[in-house]
């Protein structure tokens, strides 16, 4: 059962205001620094959203720093109250800048202790049964896609991601098809590769993190 108002945490947005303004702790930490009313109202108003509990909507032009105004309350929302935050993105870049730059920095200069998670969808993450497969009918392959077959496969043992977006190639839309991760192809805990499988290992991190970090096109297949 989820929490009622009455046993929430709620935010303090006098605090939270403090972090963003010209004495507050991220000035300390950012040479161009500068403090922006326009920030600081949507910081304020997306957290009475979530003291709240309402559904809010905020358009908010380049420059202001949204990301900051909406990262904030909510990375603190989910460590007072012990629940998770969902945050999604039009874009796979936004969500590896969110996860790679913006949330460590605050978690170093805030002296936050929370893990934040990538969820992409199942086919951006290479399958290593269909790989070994792709690899064990190689010698039949053209040597264009001889040669892309072994460098997906030198990539997959050497990446910790296996997700498509960290290979310093862009394989052929028909080759990543091949070897993706397939909801329909997928064995699951019945597949050899299981423990090794970026996509569930991915999932079990999401499990264990209190941000998670979506795209759009997730979002709301999930919805």
């Not at 028909?174 to 996509?199: G, I, S």
């Amino acid at each position: 059962m989820g929490k009622t108002q009455e046993t929430e945490n709620l935010l303090d947005p006098e605090e939270l205001s403090f972090i963003l303004k010209k004495d507050g702790l991220l000035n300390r930490k950012l040479d161009s620094f500068e403090e922006r009313a326009s920030q600081l109202h949507l910081l304020e108003d997306l957290v009475k959203v979530f003291n709240e509990d309402k559904v809010g909507l905020f358009e908010a032009g380049t420059g202001i720093g949204k990301t900051f105004a909406y990262l904030i309350p909510a990375i603190i929302w989910s460590l007072q109250n012990q629940e998770k935050v969902l945050i999604s993105t039009h874009t796979i870049p936004l969500q590896e800048q969110l996860l790679k730059k913006d949330i460590p920095f605050l978690k170093k200069h805030l002296n936050l202790n929370l893990e934040a998670s990538l969820v992409k969808g199942m086919n951006n993450y290479v399958c290593l049964r269909k790989l070994q497969e792709m690899q064990d009918e190689a010698p039949l392959f053209s040597s264009n896609l001889k040669d892309q077959v072994q460098a997906i496969n030198s990539w997959a043992e050497e990446t910790t991601e296996g997700s498509k977006s960290t290979l310093d190639f862009p394989p052929s839309r028909e080759l990543w098809e091949k070897v993706a991760v397939d909801m329909d192809a997928c064995n699951h805990h019945q597949c050899p590769f299981y423990k090794k499988c970026f996509f569930f290992k991915d999932r079990k991190k999401a499990q264990e993190s209190q941000i998670l970090i979506a795209n759009h096109h997730i979002f709301f297949t999930d919805f």
